[in-house]
């Protein structure tokens, strides 16, 4: 049925607009990824005084409730997150606004910091991203766009500054000693890198956003359509 | 400091907001009438430049000698069903020395799955005119999106203009129990 249908070409999970792209954003997040699962400070060769970092949770993304809890182990706790989240249709006050952006080496690690741990099995599983990367004219740059999940391996490093410091605490409210439960997320990223001295790159703006864990049908879709109907006689 | 501290991305919301909306304009609704099906398709990311790179799930709208990528766009999204989109979330960053905003957006969607086009046309061997006019949209379960635009910085004064250079739509999450094919 033709009005059933998303009148786009089919999703496909990923997207280069030419082959000098596609080698150098294959490893950008190659190399970015393997680093941020490692150690982050090595990451901030990429950053300058210029440069832009901000996470932005958005806790009500739709996704699968659960229906195999030892496969899809998602946690819908954003515990770790909240305090940093640029979420800009939550966050009102112009304090908060401007101070949730990461200028700098410095900044951008601190936030890296507050971030909890994680394992991306972009070498193992590569199913579970989605990539377009693209031209940036404005800067002779180009956008890297990045979805997919991510597990949480341990606490942050840094603790995050509390929301309300010093707002009321009632006393089932005080969460300072209350960790916030690993799980598995989801996540869009994007990355504008532009070129810098001696063939490097640089990250000019880095944008995270958190959701909730979601299985990757929404851009596996040739691959869900080839498999093989479940036996109805099982 | 003499003057008040503002946050310049401050009217990037509604901007947001009224290009989602411009999405999801019924043909067929009590409160607005279109003169014909190209000044109702028109409607669609209003916003786009006519040159404005679009993307939609991994591939690129490619302009053809007639029609320009919004228009492209708007041909396409005119053949997808009725649609309702909800912002969740959004953060954006000036990029210094482009006059340009990133926007990276994180919504859902769901659609009509009536099996009805936006014009009010079914498959149906019989059509019933008056039923397909009246008829409400059967909305199906929310899908995630993802949208990554590239905007110009007037957009803080004329949020009316053609302001994007760039359009990343990207579905997130496709419900289980959805019947529209992506």
């Keep these: ?234 | 400091m003499s003057h008040l501290q503002q946050d310049p991305t401050q009217p990037i919301e509604p901007f947001l907001k009224k290009f989602l909306s411009s999405l999801d304009i019924q043909y067929n609704s009590p409160t607005t009438q279109f003169p014909n099906v190209e000044s109702y398709a028109t409607q669609f990311a209003k916003s786009l430049k006519p040159s404005s790179a679009v993307i939609v799930n991994g591939t690129p709208l490619i302009p053809t000698t007639n029609n320009d990528s919004k228009l492209e766009f708007q041909k396409k999204w005119l053949q997808a069903p009725n649609s309702f989109h909800q912002l969740n979330s959004y953060d954006c960053h000036l990029i210094p020395g482009t006059g340009t905003f990133i926007i990276n957006l994180s919504a859902k969607v769901k659609f009509d799955e009536s099996g009805k086009s936006k014009l009010g046309e079914s498959a149906d061997l019989i059509q019933d005119n008056n039923a397909a006019r009246n008829n409400r949209p059967l909305w199906g379960s929310w899908f995630g999106v993802n949208i990554i635009l590239v905007v110009d910085e007037v957009v803080i004064n004329h949020s009316e203009g053609e302001v994007i250079n760039s359009l990343d739509y990207r579905f997130t999450f496709k419900p289980e129990d959805s019947v529209v094919k992506i």
Excluded: C
Aim: charged share 20%; glycine share 4%; no cysteine.
């Design chain 1, 1 to 234: 049925n033709n009005t059933l249908s998303f009148p786009f070409p089919a999703s496909v999970s990923m997207f280069f607009q030419d082959e000098e792209i596609r080698n150098m954003s294959t490893n950008f997040i190659s190399n970015y990824l393997k680093l941020w699962d490692a150690n982050r400070a090595d990451l901030m060769i990429l950053y300058q005084n210029e440069s832009q970092f901000s996470m932005q949770v958005d806790s009500s993304h739709p996704y699968l409730i659960d229906s195999n809890p030892s496969h899809y182990s998602s946690g819908t706790d954003f515990g770790n997150y909240l305090s940093n989240s640029r979420n800009l249709t939550r966050v009102s006050s112009v304090k908060a606004r401007l101070g949730r952006v990461a200028i700098g080496q410095e900044q951008i690690f601190k936030s890296f910091s507050q971030l909890p741990k994680t394992r991306h099995d972009l070498m193992t599983h590569p199913e579970l991203f989605s990539v377009e990367s693209y031209r940036f004219p404005q800067l002779n740059g180009i956008m890297i766009v990045i979805h997919g999940s991510f597990e949480e391996t341990a606490q942050p490093e840094a603790e995050a500054p509390q929301s309300v410091p010093n707002g009321p605490r009632g006393r089932f409210n005080n969460s300072k000693n209350k960790k916030a439960a690993l799980s598995k997320k989801s996540f869009d990223r994007t990355f504008v890198v532009i070129p810098g001295p001696n063939g490097s790159m640089i990250v000019a703006s880095d944008l995270l956003s958190v959701r909730p864990f979601a299985v990757t049908d929404a851009w596996n879709v040739a691959h869900k359509d080839a498999s093989p109907a479940p036996a109805n006689a099982a």
